[in-house]
């Protein structure tokens, strides 16, 4: 069965600064895998996705991410955060239909 | 060309009563898929659906919900007899094709009194 951990709960990080977002996954095959942001009360937005080819992906938002087979891995990064960015991102791993998610990491963003 | 639609975007009932919970899917979309999303968790699937099939419904609680997908108009989720363990958020997303990338709507935020 697939499944999806981001270890950190909670990032705080100064408007202008650097971000990145830990994502590990367990799954048998090679995987399809996600990451979507939620503002609050919002849906979701798909940031990226991965399904295969280069391991770096481009996002929208000026976001990218980095899949590594061998820790099996896709964090997500952003070289500079804007107060828009404070949002709660979700790693998913896709089997054929079925997003399994991570319980997400909550971003805040200060000044 | 508008994304998923859900309505009601809140819901509030009484232990008992009943919940529907609709979504549109995007133009040209015939695969909805729910989720749920209890309180500080990541969501979970429950249904994936076909125009008036059910495809999976591996992660829908066995007793009081149902899921439908008719040949025209929204697909529901409808939940009996609410608890107060049934309060969360449910998403729908759509697709074109089964494995498609998926879309999701704004969901819809469920409180059990």
Redesign the interface.
């Known amino acids: 069965a697939q499944s999806?951990t981001q270890p950190d709960i909670h990032i705080t990080v100064s408007e202008g600064a650097s971000l990145e977002l830990r994502c590990n996954y367990s799954y048998g095959a090679t995987p399809y895998l996600?990451w979507?942001v939620q503002s609050p009360g919002?849906?979701?937005?798909?940031l990226l996705?991965y399904f295969s080819g280069d391991t770096l992906v481009q996002g929208i938002k000026g976001f990218e991410a980095e899949f590594k087979r061998s820790q099996s891995s896709f964090n997500l990064r952003k070289p500079s955060v804007h107060w828009s960015d404070a949002a709660e991102y979700?790693c998913?791993v896709?089997d054929?239909?079925?997003?399994?998610?991570?319980?997400?990491t909550t971003v805040t963003v200060r000044a | 060309n508008a994304g998923v639609m859900q309505n009601p975007r809140h819901l509030v009932r009484r232990r008992g009563q009943e919940a529907r919970l609709r979504c549109s899917p995007m133009k040209g979309h015939s695969h909805v898929y729910w989720y749920r999303q209890l309180p500080e968790e990541g969501l979970k699937f429950m249904v994936y659906l076909q125009k008036e099939n059910i495809i999976d419904e591996s992660g829908m609680p066995k007793e009081r919900f149902s899921a439908e997908f008719p040949k025209e108009g929204p697909s529901i989720l409808r939940i009996q007899q609410v608890v107060r363990g049934d309060s969360a958020a449910y998403f729908c997303a759509s697709t074109p094709g089964r494995g498609d990338t998926q879309y999701f709507g704004p969901g819809t935020r469920l409180t059990v009194l």
């Open positions: 999806v996600f979507y919002q849906g979701l937005q798909l996705k979700f998913a896709g054929d239909y079925k997003l399994s998610f991570g319980a997400g």
